[in-house]
């Protein structure tokens, strides 16, 4: 099939849905974007970013790939990131990942996928950087999950430490960023107790995150 008909006939069902409640939802947005949020998450088609917040389109710009990577010379993130803190002025930062990661478990594994596997590197340094507290972990479902958990951990680090967020913060510019992890098991986000607003708060919300308890859903008793 050269046309894929169904998304085109699934795109006009919702841009008329869009549109019902709200006529100019269009050609507002069509005019700017200032979306307060800032999303960097894994490729995986089950976690869509704007839907497992509740957002429509125009209050989150995004950013994804395999395992939600941020990596020091990335310049399609980094890129991503200085437009949405230096010309959107975000106030958030979100480093979204997921439990049941397959990037994160080929990282685990050291399976041999492809190309990807030097992208997937990038979650073995992880690995190798924790690996005294994964390996200790009982058994695989628990090493993978806990390694979902320091990938995200890691690349909150990594946003901390670019040159993009370290001028924001210098400059007095208000920007927070958080780590949260995704189950695809039940729908709901876990909050990593990581958040970051100062150079000055990284080293004690790494360190409390990196030996810290496993990742909560907020607003619910545990
Ligand atoms: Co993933």
Same mark, same amino acid.
């Given at each position: 099939?050269?046309v894929?008909?169904?998304?085109? $006939?699934n *795109?006009r069902?919702?841009?008329?849905? $869009? ?13 700017q ?5 800032? !999303?960097? @998450? ?7 970013? /704007?839907?497992?917040?509740?957002l429509?389109? @125009? ?5 994804? *790939? ?6 020091h010379?990335d ?11 230096d ?13 049941g ?6 990282a685990?594994? @050291?399976d ?5 596997? *030097? !992208? ?13 507290? +994964? ?8 090493r ?6 320091? *990938? +995200? ?5 990594n946003?901390?430490q ?18 949260? +992890?995704?189950?695809? /098991? ?20 790494y360190?409390a ?14």
């Open positions: 099939m050269r894929l008909n169904q998304l085109f $006939a *795109n069902a919702w841009a008329e849905d $869009a549109t019902r409640s709200d006529r100019d939802f269009f050609a507002r947005l069509s005019q974007q200032t979306p307060p949020y800032f !999303w960097i @998450g894994c490729s995986d088609s089950r976690v869509p970013a /704007n839907q497992i917040v509740g429509p389109p @125009g209050e989150m710009f995004v950013h994804r *790939n395999v395992a939600n990577v941020v990596a010379a310049l399609n993130c980094l890129s991503a990131l200085q437009f949405a803190v010309v959107l002025k975000v106030g958030h930062v979100i480093v979204c990942g997921h439990y990661c397959g990037g994160v478990r080929a685990l594994r @050291g041999r996928l492809g190309l990807v596997d *030097n !992208w997937i590197r990038h979650v073995r340094d992880v690995h190798d950087l924790h690996r005294r507290q +994964i390996d200790a972990l009982p058994d695989e479902q628990a993978l999950e806990r390694l979902c958990e320091l *990938n +995200i951990i890691e690349q909150v680090l946003v901390c670019s040159t993009v967020v370290r001028d924001a913060w210098s400059r007095g510019q208000t920007l927070a960023v958080h780590g949260w +992890i995704y189950s695809l /098991n039940d729908g709901l986000l876990r909050d990593l107790n990581m958040c970051v607003t100062s150079e000055a708060e990284l080293p004690a919300q360190e995150a990196r030996d810290g308890l496993r990742a909560q859903i907020p607003g619910r008793a545990s």
